[in-house]
């Protein structure tokens, strides 16, 4: 509450004054890209009812608080950076600050590093999406606060029951570059050559027939909708991460173990962490021996239901909606001006 003067009645009166946070993600349409949903649609979708808080997609500079998620545009880097009342917090969502991608926008290129590094320096608080990350990028700029905050669970999946045995269907979805499909061929071959699975590849059609094109015959195109399609009718998921990337987020983890699908993980520490808490560490892979041996346990059907039931627990514990929830409040808690919180 606060107290303000009312002219036409001439009395001070006290007015509720309620708190304006923003979230910015960089990439449009925000249910086509993983961290515009996980990271500021879903996000603001959770907090819509919240009594204290109100919450909004798009930059804003009239907010309070603005978080920008992953990058931002010539625009909305102006604006923050006019804007010092407002407090920025800044999504850092992935490793921007070591890499050189380059990014086509409407308002022309945009390079990866230089704007991340423009964002770290305007922003007042930094959080990521893991521990890992929030430990880098701590070490990395330690004059900013910098805090981890859990992602919500992708494609509205929700502690569903192991899927059945026999589809011989084995999943990956997501996008092609970065190590994420690479880093999963050796998995995919395997079980194609001595298993007889069938891989289906929930992508973008072009990229994986430009990159990766003796694999385009397995391609089904992506969209929300086909990855739980896809995901309900499969009897295997593939999640893997390149070795340079080993503070990315265990969304696609996530995602497919809530669904009910039997998961196999490789090369991604963030995915074997939750695999450690539910004791099932055998389920990340890093040779065709190890491969073998979780395939096998995983033609049993109680070990099958057994994994699905034990990690969807352990994920909830960390990545229900009120956990996420409750995180981001305890965030714009720490933020508002006048705490002295960080």
Not at 183 to 204: C, E, G, M, N
Request: glycine share 4%; hydrophobic share 40%.
């Amino acid at each position: 509450m606060t107290v303000a003067y009312v002219p036409h009645v001439g009395v001070l009166k006290l007015v509720r004054i309620v708190p304006r946070v923003c979230f910015a993600p960089i990439w449009y349409p925000v249910d086509q890209y993983a961290t515009s949903r996980l990271r500021a649609k879903y996000v603001v979708e959770l907090l819509a009812d919240d009594p204290v808080w109100e919450v909004e997609l798009n930059y804003d500079p009239t907010a309070d608080i603005a978080v920008i998620v992953q990058l931002c545009s010539h625009q909305t880097l102006e604006s923050i950076r006019q804007n010092r009342r407002q407090i920025v917090v800044y999504d850092i969502c992935d490793r921007y600050f070591a890499t050189d991608n380059v990014f086509k926008t409407d308002e022309g290129s945009l390079h990866a590093r230089e704007r991340c590094l423009e964002v770290i320096d305007r922003a007042d608080v930094l959080i990521t999406p893991t521990v890992r990350l929030q430990t880098e990028v701590a070490r990395l700029f330690p004059k900013k606060p910098c805090f981890f905050v859990p992602e919500s669970i992708d494609y509205g999946a929700s502690l569903r029951p192991a899927t059945p045995i026999g589809t011989r269907r084995l999943v990956w979805f997501g996008h092609v570059t970065r190590g994420n499909f690479e880093s999963a061929r050796w998995i995919i071959d395997y079980l194609k050559t001595h298993y007889d699975y069938h891989p289906v590849l929930v992508t973008t059609p072009h990229t994986l027939a430009h990159r990766f094109p003796s694999y385009s015959a397995f391609c089904v195109p992506w969209s929300v909708e086909s990855v739980q399609r896809e995901l309900s009718m499969a009897e295997l998921c593939v999640v893997s991460h390149a070795t340079e990337e080993p503070t990315k987020s265990p969304n696609r983890f996530v995602a497919s173990m809530m669904q009910g699908v039997p998961t196999l993980v490789s090369g991604s520490p963030s995915c074997s962490d939750i695999l450690g808490a539910a004791a099932h560490e055998m389920f990340a892979v890093e040779s065709p021996y190890a491969l073998g041996r979780a395939v096998r346990e995983l033609s049993d059907l109680e070990k099958r239901r057994s994994y699905v039931h034990d990690v969807q627990l352990e994920i909830w514990r960390r990545h229900s909606p009120e956990v996420v929830r409750r995180a981001y409040i305890e965030l714009f808690e720490r933020v508002l001006p006048g705490n002295d919180n960080y």
